[in-house]
């Protein structure tokens, strides 16, 4: 059992299609590359899974530890630059229906894993599932992605609504993404922030911006991250901007800190959705 303390952030957005995924990897290699020891949940449901995206193939999930058979570390991928990838998808999908036993196995399996984790990023379904706002409110920081789009901002705001107002998460790092220029970006970040400031009991943070970037497009293409395929393109400068931001947050406090405890308050939650 590990006991030292991890760092558990949820990368979430409200919409799809509007960056999580790529954030999520790519802060993934970025902290990798800045020495921490890094999980990848993959949680998301979508088209462009994680796996997909990095070019990996994965044969087993979370639903196969939560049946008894297998352990997290014989469903863990190896990712670049050292990443784990935790292939999450078809297991998260039952979360809120897990029996008492499951949940207590899931508790169990995070508590024997052998692997050491420093920080352990959660790439979330789009939406307000349960599932979402479960990984959100048990972990210490939540990162939410928006674009400049009606939609976008919409979705954005409406995820931190609930997550404040039912779940009892007051702090959100903002990343803008696909935007023309540092100025659009924060814009965009002060569109959310006053919307949320006249009605909301929350702090926003804007932790970065992310251009709009061909090479990113192109990396996916490739099956690789933008980080490793072109780094000196606009976005892996932005992306590992953002994870030299993340290395210096405080460690996280007391239990906040440790994955088992994470696990615990992510199945003992009831998140009471209500419908917007
Ligand atoms: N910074 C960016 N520049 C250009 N295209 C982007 C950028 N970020 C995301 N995209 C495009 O948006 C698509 C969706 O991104 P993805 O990370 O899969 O979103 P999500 O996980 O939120 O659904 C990508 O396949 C890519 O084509
Ligand atoms: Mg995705």
């Given amino acids: 059992m590990h006991n030292n303390p991890v760092r558990v952030i949820a990368v979430t957005s409200g919409k799809g299609g509007v960056g999580k995924t790529n954030v999520s990897v790519n802060l993934s290699v970025g902290l990798a590359l800045r020495g921490s020891r890094v999980l990848l949940m993959d949680a998301d449901l979508g088209l462009g899974n994680v796996d997909v995206l990095l070019g990996l193939r994965s044969h087993m999930n979370?639903?196969?530890?939560?049946?008894?058979?297998?352990?997290?570390?014989?469903?863990?991928?190896e990712g670049p630059e050292g990443i784990g990838i935790l292939p999450a998808a078809s297991g998260i999908k039952h979360m809120a229906e897990l029996s008492s036993a499951e949940n207590t196995g899931l508790i169990h399996a995070f508590a024997a894993l052998k692997r050491p984790v420093d920080i352990m990023v959660v790439d979330t379904a789009a939406g307000i599932a349960d599932s979402v706002v479960r990984f959100s409110q048990?972990?210490?920081?939540?990162?939410?992605?928006?674009?400049?789009?009606?939609?976008?901002?919409?979705?954005?705001?409406?995820?931190?609504?609930?997550?404040?107002?039912?779940?009892?998460?007051?702090?959100?790092?903002?990343?803008?993404?696909?935007?023309?220029?540092?100025?659009?970006?924060?814009?965009?970040?002060?569109?959310?922030?006053?919307?949320?400031?006249?009605?909301?009991?929350?702090?926003?943070?804007h932790l970065g911006s992310v251009p709009f970037d061909d090479y990113l497009r192109r990396s996916i293409q490739r099956q690789k991250t933008v980080i490793q395929a072109f780094s000196g393109s606009r976005s892996s400068r932005a992306f590992l901007e953002i994870a030299d931001q993340v290395s210096r947050w405080p460690a996280p406090k007391g239990v906040a800190g440790h994955l088992q405890f994470f696990i615990e308050r992510l199945v003992q939650s009831e998140p009471d959705l209500e419908v917007l």
């Fill in 138 to 205: 048990a972990a210490s920081d939540v990162i939410v992605v928006v674009c400049d789009e009606p939609a976008s901002i919409t979705d954005a705001y409406a995820m931190i609504k609930v997550l404040s107002r039912d779940h009892g998460v007051q702090r959100f790092q903002v990343v803008a993404n696909m935007v023309r220029d540092t100025g659009e970006g924060r814009r965009l970040f002060e569109k959310l922030n006053a919307a949320a400031g006249r009605f909301l009991d929350v702090t926003l943070i």
């Fill in 62 to 77: 979370l639903s196969h530890v939560l049946a008894g058979e297998a352990s997290l570390d014989d469903i863990l991928l």
